[in-house]
């Protein structure tokens, strides 16, 4: 069976795909490599033969993984590296290397489902937005703090902004103004989030009028999907161009 990891900034997503290489049988985010190995090894029905995996993680964290993952399953890993060009599409950076191969994969699974123009909006540890031409040409993107990193900055900064995560959840059955704290971050914070994706559907429409799809990706995609009722929420995007750009033989 296939391992698939999708390493982020604050959770590893995981993944095990049948042999046929297509169909998921299981999976799960995770906090830590420790967190991976166990749910791993819980699941014995898993007999491992190959991984491939995608990190945003500095080299040291990933390949102490790959060892990780080496020494307690023996799998033969492979890796998503930076590069120009691939399956139609052009990466837009200066230097390609620079752009985080988590947004390469999910832009090229998006061109790949959507045969044409996308703007692919991924919600993370940061939110992110990139957008590909009909041609395949990747024009770019942007990188804002996502909703975590948005609350926890105010409750960095501000000695009177307190309040537990159970209030924040609540919080979301409305965008009224704020009555409370918690309401008042929540709601403002979902608003500047909202008002991120309208923009982002405004530049797309300046460029391609109606003719392109809109992905929505990551944790907190569903936080959204009600602002663009067209889009497709298909939370394991960077792992369909993980598999493009990493094949199994
Ligand atoms: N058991 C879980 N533990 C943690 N997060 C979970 C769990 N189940 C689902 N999630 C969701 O998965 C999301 C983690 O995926 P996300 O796309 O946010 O990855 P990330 O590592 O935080 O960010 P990025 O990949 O952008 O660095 C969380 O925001 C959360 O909503
Ligand atoms: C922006 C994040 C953190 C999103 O996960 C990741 O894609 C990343 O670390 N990118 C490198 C910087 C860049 O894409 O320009
Ligand atoms: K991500």
Redesign the pocket.
């Known amino acids: 069976m296939i391992l698939e990891l999708?390493c982020?900034?604050?959770?590893?997503?995981w993944r095990v795909l049948h042999p046929d290489g297509v169909t998921p049988l299981e999976g799960?985010?995770?906090?830590s490599d420790n967190d991976l190995l166990a749910s791993l090894n819980n699941a014995d029905k898993f007999q491992l033969k190959k991984c491939r995996l995608v990190s945003?993680r500095t080299p040291e964290e990933t390949d102490s993984l790959i060892t990780s993952l080496v020494d307690a399953f023996g799998v033969s890993v492979s890796r998503a590296v930076p590069v120009r060009e691939m399956a139609g599409v052009r990466n837009g950076y200066d230097d390609y290397e620079r752009l985080g191969l988590?947004r390469w994969l999910a832009l090229l699974g998006g061109f790949h489902l959507a045969a044409g123009a996308c703007l692919v909006l991924?919600?993370?540890?940061?939110i992110t937005a990139d957008f590909v031409a009909a041609d395949g040409e990747h024009l770019g993107g942007f990188i804002c703090p996502?909703m975590?990193l948005m609350r926890n900055q105010l409750r960095t900064h501000t000695r009177r902004i307190r309040y537990d995560d159970m209030a924040a959840e609540r919080a979301h059955e409305s965008l009224a103004p704020g009555r409370s704290t918690v309401e008042a971050v929540e709601r403002g914070c979902m608003l500047m989030l909202r008002g991120f994706v309208l923009t982002q559907l405004e530049l797309a429409t300046e460029y391609w009028g109606g003719d392109f799809v809109v992905f929505l990706?990551?944790?907190?995609a569903n936080l959204v999907s009600g602002v663009v009722p067209d889009a497709r929420v298909v939370p394991d995007l960077v792992f369909v161009g993980l598999a493009m750009a990493c094949p199994l033989s």
């Open positions: 999708d982020g900034n604050s959770f590893i997503k799960g985010v995770v906090g945003v988590d991924d919600f993370g540890t940061a996502g975590p990706t990551g944790g907190d």
